[in-house]
């Protein structure tokens, strides 16, 4: 039975966050942080996005571990005190889903469960696609499947979006936003973690820059100062470089993924939040079949806005699969 309302945010915020440990893998080190060891041999790996980090599933981890699950969460390659490698191609999507694949290698699992926000969605999408046998099920928030279209996906926003667009800034302007962000970084983390930031049409210039130098924050904050501080002072160390990184693939993945099988077949669930900026996928189903489809109302960052509804959803979904 699932606790509700109080009772379960209270017993989730009771327990610390756990403490990482280094793993040589791929040759790279990663910080990954675990729960429910007693459960090893029903792992689930929880990815996170951008700009973001292990604790942003904070209200996930202890819940899935008393569910019976091994709970294993990385700071994926470019944040937190994982790996940051110089070169911008270590960051492509073969980089990012080999480091997965090395993860469950590590723990001698032949596949799992994945969930993925943001980024990390992406990169479950794509792990489904290069290597569907260590995939078991998936469960993704916020980005739905990427079709890969006629033409390369930077170009394709340039065209649409101009070069402002984040996307397109981060491949022009390369450093740019990288300095901005790492000179105003608890302003910028501050300014995007919010809710009910109310509709309005963009402003000129490029919206992440834009939100590193804002005076006032629009909307409510999503975590307390203390909450916070962890992604703060995970930023002041690996600065953003690495993570905007990922953006600076886009296109070479879309070359890479190019005689790939665009199919998905691994039960999945899909959860939106109504008030993301990121829209649905209408034909999501066309590409992944065996589909589930959530939808909450809250904005982008779903897991931490509304974690019980996100707890409850998550659970409910993988019961069906253990009757």
């Known amino acids: 039975m699932i606790k509700t309302d109080t009772k379960m945010i209270a017993e989730i915020k009771s327990l610390e966050f756990p403490n990482p440990n280094i793993i040589s893998i791929n040759g790279i080190e990663l910080e990954v942080y675990e729960a429910g060891k007693e459960n090893m041999g029903n792992p689930i790996v929880l990815c996170h996005g951008f700009p973001e980090h292990a604790f942003s599933w904070r209200y996930q981890i202890p819940v899935l571990a008393k569910a019976g699950y091994h709970v294993i969460v990385p700071n994926q390659r470019g944040y937190g005190n994982s790996s940051c490698p110089k070169d911008v191609t270590a960051y492509d999507i073969t980089h990012l889903t080999s480091d997965l694949v090395a993860l469950l290698d590590y723990y001698n699992y032949k596949d799992a469960v994945f969930v993925g926000h943001d980024w990390g969605a992406n990169v479950v999408w794509n792990l489904a696609l290069l290597h569907p046998e260590r995939v078991n099920k998936i469960i993704n928030l916020a980005l739905p499947y990427q079709e890969r279209g006629k033409k390369p996906w930077i170009e394709l926003m340039e065209a649409f979006f101009g070069d402002d667009f984040y996307f397109v800034h981060f491949n022009k302007k390369p450093g740019v936003a990288d300095a901005v962000l790492e000179n105003q970084t608890e302003n910028f983390l501050r300014n995007l973690f919010r809710k009910n930031v109310p509709l309005a049409p963009p402003e000129p210039g490029m919206l992440m820059i834009n939100l590193a130098k804002a005076e006032n924050p629009l909307g409510d904050p999503i975590m307390n100062d203390d909450d916070l501080s962890v992604f703060v002072k995970a930023f002041n160390n690996s600065g953003f470089n690495g993570a905007i990184n990922w953006y ?23 959860i939106y939040g109504n008030l993301d900026m990121i829209p649905k996928f209408e034909r999501l189903q066309d590409f992944v079949p065996n589909l589930d489809v959530i939808s909450l109302d809250c904005g982008h960052h779903i897991q931490q806005e509304l974690p019980q509804e996100t707890n409850e959803s998550i659970l409910k979904w993988l019961a069906k699969f253990n009757g």
């Open 248 to 270: 600076r693939n886009l296109d070479r993945n879309w070359h890479l993924l190019a005689d790939i099988n665009p199919i998905i077949k691994q039960p999945t669930l899909m």
